[in-house]
């Protein structure tokens, strides 16, 4: 799925990247005949969009090999983190039981004391 969503990032930036460039010959064409400086804007314009779209395509190729790696690295770090709930629920349990214990000792039953001062007669 990754694959497929980053051919489709690739598709969509070259598009555009003609979208443009089909705009800039329709304005150079004219523009050309004018400053009589023939066919140079029009084929500047194609070679810059012909040597954006390779660095687009060839920029993705050169990064798809290390898209393996994090992979790799977001199953450790999954596997990391089922360690640690399995640590920290064993925990929960233990700290659960001991306070069910303190409980049933009554070790949280506090004298209860008036708050109002006695007075000596």
């Excluded at 304005?27 to 400053?35: G, K, N, R, Y």
């Excluded at 029009?42 to 070679?47: G, N, S, T, V």
């Amino acid at each position: 799925m990754t694959q497929q969503s980053q051919e489709d990032v690739r598709v969509a930036a070259t598009s555009k990247i003609w979208g443009m460039t089909v705009g800039i010959i329709a304005i150079c064409i004219p523009l050309s005949a004018v400053t009589r400086s023939g066919p140079i804007l029009p084929l500047a314009a194609i070679a810059g969009a012909a040597f954006s779209t390779a660095t687009v395509w060839h920029s993705d190729d050169k990064k798809s090999p290390s898209q393996s790696f994090p992979a790799q690295r977001i199953e450790i770090l999954e596997q990391r983190i089922a360690n640690l709930e399995t640590i920290v629920s064993s925990d929960e349990l233990d700290l659960h039981t001991k306070i069910q214990k303190l409980e049933a000792n009554n070790i949280y039953r506090v004298p209860i004391q008036s708050s109002t001062p006695e007075t000596k007669t």
